[in-house]
């Protein structure tokens, strides 16, 4: 299993930016898929999740309206995109897959066995 995460980089506040996920290794459509981040001092957290069927998805309260998760069964990729971004959505954005076939998206690190080497994004008030 390999996942890449990119697309990150520096945005102004209230700027825009999309992470993709590249994934490889794995029968993509048969997982759910996450995006977690971390920022600098401070512990990871979830931000946006999605079904294997990509219909179904769940948000972080502090990302919800603003962020939007989705995935590319026939590309294998995963893409989150971020809108009206703040100083406060500054972290290194990781990209993760499901530790078991599971329906519905989930939340907790724990419910993932995958992990991306993660990308640096950074917003500038």
């Known amino acids: 299993v390999q996942l890449q995460a990119f697309g990150g980089g520096l945005v102004q506040a209230g700027g825009s930016l999309r992470l993709s996920c590249a994934a490889s290794g794995f029968a993509f459509s048969s997982y759910g898929m996450g995006w977690f981040r971390q920022a600098p001092g401070k512990e990871r957290e979830f931000v946006a999740a999605?079904?294997?069927?990509?219909?179904?998805?769940n948000y972080a309260n502090s990302v919800k309206g603003r962020f939007n998760i989705s995935s590319d069964n026939g590309k294998n990729t995963l893409t989150l995109k971020m809108n009206s971004l703040k100083p406060e959505d500054t972290a290194v954005y990781y990209c993760?897959?499901?530790?078991?076939?599971?329906?519905?998206?989930?939340?907790?690190?724990?419910?993932?066995?995958?992990w991306g080497q993660g990308t640096l994004v950074t917003v500038s008030s």
């Open positions: 993760a897959r499901a530790l078991a076939p599971w329906g519905t998206p989930r939340t907790a690190e724990t419910m993932y066995a995958y």
């Open positions: 999605i079904g294997r069927s990509g219909d179904t998805t």
